[in-house]
């Protein structure tokens, strides 16, 4: 879980937005003094009665990475960001459903962010807009319309462009 966190902290550093800490989280939620997601899980209240489930493929699989991981994942390759963790959970979890999660989920294509992103980067470029321009744009974006405004945002010292965004650049 905590590998998860970190690949999806790593996408979130990359916009510029605050680190997602689950342990801090349920501290400030529920009081919970932890070292693992796991352990803090386990001493939430709320969370006792939920039990595991009594077969393979349920909503926690069918729901949660078409709906949560794939979108992470879309973003992360938008990026260029690797996330192994991440994309063995999806590639997994779709042989175990027999459903192609990353055809099916979420992505920036299909929630229509892809070319919308895109042609910020074209604008920006043909403004002349400096490098950092982008990680602004694309972060007030976020902020507005996804699920990172959850996360909040602090302002960061923004890193150079990856060779895949100069191409897009160019």
């Known amino acids: 879980l905590e590998t998860v ?3 999806i902290n790593k996408i979130l550093s990359e ?4 680190q997602f800490r689950f342990t801090k989280w349920a501290e400030s939620s529920y009081g ?3 070292e693992s997601i796991y352990d803090a899980i386990q001493k939430i209240e709320a969370y006792k009665p ?3 489930p009594n077969q393979l493929i349920t909503r926690y699989l069918t729901e949660d990475v078409p709906t949560g991981l794939v979108p992470i994942s879309s973003l992360a390759e938008f990026l260029d960001i690797e996330i192994p963790t991440i994309e ?3 590639l997994l979890t779709s042989l175990l459903c027999g459903i192609a999660f990353k055809k099916t989920g979420r992505t920036l294509q299909k929630l229509g962010l892809h070319d919308y ?3 910020h980067i074209n604008v920006m470029r043909i403004r002349g807009l400096e490098k950092e321009g982008l990680l602004i744009k694309i972060k007030a974006f976020l902020e507005k319309t996804l699920l990172w405004a959850v996360f909040g945002y602090e302002e960061t010292t923004r890193k150079q ?10």
Request: proline fraction near 3%; glycine fraction near 4%.
């Open 161 to 170: 462009l990856t060779p895949k965004r100069k191409k897009l650049l160019n």
């Open 88 to 90: 063995s959970i999806i």
């Open 32 to 34: 919970i003094k932890s």
């Open 117 to 119: 992103l895109i042609n």
């Open 5 to 7: 966190e970190a690949e």
């Open 50 to 52: 939920v039990n595991a």
């Open 15 to 18: 916009l510029g937005l605050k």
